[in-house]
């Protein structure tokens, strides 16, 4: 209690007066001073005009052999997967879109539908692969190539998914969600390579963690700033969600420098504040980074702030930081091709 009102009470009178100042703000609001992009002015061609770099042989079928490795915690990290599916904590993936282009995607969602991962997060990137992956069959343009007419990201099919986020938004979806389920129901061609369609279909949510400005959808004339923060940031809080079950649980992160760890640490912030009201714990649980980053001397230890490695935030964040308080954590230094077919077999 505090003046003789509860907290909660505080809480929704305190929100209700910032939503009612937002409103104003965007009834009062005033254009800005700076002179914008006009996207109306841009050359949007065709998807079948670009030529892919990764075609369809990349992406590998489940028997296919894949370069070899192998690594002595493999099995420890193996079997913390099992246990947490024994005892149902969440088992989640974290990835940057290099994932994707190493061409697992089979891999990922056999391990969704033997309900060995509970949870899929990814940048914006990711969802573009998927998207012309299951569309297409291909993915993936030259930057040196197409930067030098200006016509790098500016192909009209992939600017689809600009009109799927905004029904997303619109309809109270996440992200990922609404953009698994357009792509379960197109019928394309390779549908059965897409990890958010397999998601959808699983019950598996995939979120997906954007920032502006970071993907070629936001160059396109229908891109919509506002519909893109709604349907991400929902996904932040269905992702928040999952953290809370963390506990017992098994957090993978596969080649994404930025988005994982700090997507990762404020979702497990909120998450242990909550549990910390109800005098609960969320720190017994397994952390995994799968990078190609050497990482110096010991992983469970931060390095000086003078070590350019220390700015590696996996290191500091997944490895050491978050599960100093009863955790425990790992790291694999390879390719994904090699690494994700091996983590897969180890469990399975």
Not at 102 to 111: C, M, P, W
Not at 170 to 195: A, I, K, Q, Y
Not at 288 to 298: K, S, W
């Amino acid at each position: 209690m505090w003046g003789g009102q509860s907290w909660p009470r505080l809480a929704f009178q305190a929100s209700h007066r910032i939503d009612t100042h937002v409103d104003a703000l965007r009834v009062n609001a005033m254009p800005s001073r700076y002179p914008q992009f006009d996207r109306a002015r841009l050359s949007v061609l065709p998807l079948a005009e670009r030529i892919h770099d990764l075609p369809l042989a990349r992406w590998i079928s489940l028997d296919d052999p894949t370069p070899e490795f192998t690594h002595p915690q493999l099995p420890e990290l193996a079997a913390h997967i099992q246990i947490a599916k024994t005892n149902s904590a969440s088992r989640i993936l974290m990835m940057g879109a290099h994932l994707l282009r190493a061409g697992v995607n089979r891999h990922i969602i056999d391990l969704m539908e033997r309900g060995i991962l509970t949870h899929i997060a990814m940048n914006g990137a990711g969802v573009i692969h998927d998207y012309e992956i299951a569309r297409i069959g291909a993915t993936t343009e030259s930057v040196a190539r197409y930067i030098r007419s200006g016509q790098f990201g500016l192909w009209n099919e992939t600017g689809e998914l600009n009109d799927w986020i905004r029904d997303a938004a619109r309809s109270g979806e996440g992200l990922g969600e609404g953009v698994g389920r357009r792509t379960l129901e197109t019928g394309w061609p390779h549908v059965d390579l897409s990890v958010l369609a397999a998601a959808y279909r699983c019950s598996v949510p995939v979120t997906v963690h954007v920032g502006i400005g970071y993907d070629i959808l936001h160059e396109h004339p229908n891109c919509d700033g506002a519909a893109l923060g709604e349907a991400s940031y929902r996904d932040f809080l269905i992702f928040a969600k999952t953290v809370e079950n963390l506990e017992g649980g098994v957090m993978l992160s596969f080649g994404s420098a930025i988005m994982a760890p700090e997507v990762y640490l404020k979702a497990l912030a909120m998450s242990r504040n909550v549990a910390h009201q109800h005098g609960a714990t969320i720190r017994d649980f397994t952390t995994a980074v799968f990078d190609l980053v050497p990482i110096r001397g010991d992983i469970h230890k931060e390095l000086d702030k003078s070590d350019p490695g220390y700015y590696f935030r996996p290191h500091k964040t997944i490895l050491v930081r978050t599960v100093a308080d009863g955790g425990r954590s790992y790291y694999f230094c390879g390719d994904h091709r090699a690494t994700f077919p091996a983590l897969r077999k180890m469990v399975l």
